[in-house]
């Protein structure tokens, strides 16, 4: 997990950075979740936010429905991760 802190009033964007050694023939997918949290309060939660993408190999041959399946799932996934957070 990667974390940085943000000083009242920063008004810039974050970067991170980090390698996928090899994408290989399965495909995959990954969550990026964020979320500001104020340290003074105890950790309250001050906004959050969430995108995903999938790695699908091989372009929209035959794996097209298999990878239609995964996104749904990975939908389904990201909204019941947001909702226990809430």
């Known amino acids: 997990m990667l974390s940085a802190p943000v000083p009242p009033g920063y008004d810039e964007p974050l970067g991170f950075t980090y390698t996928i050694p090899d994408w290989g023939a399965t495909g995959f997918g990954n969550l990026f979740f964020v979320q500001l949290l104020d340290e003074e309060s105890g950790g309250e939660v001050l906004a959050l936010d969430a995108a995903c993408w999938a ?32």
């Open 55 to 86: 790695y699908r190999p091989g372009g929209a041959g035959g794996e097209a429905t298999q990878t239609a399946v995964e996104e749904e799932d990975i939908a389904k996934e990201i909204k019941e991760a947001i909702k226990k957070i809430k």
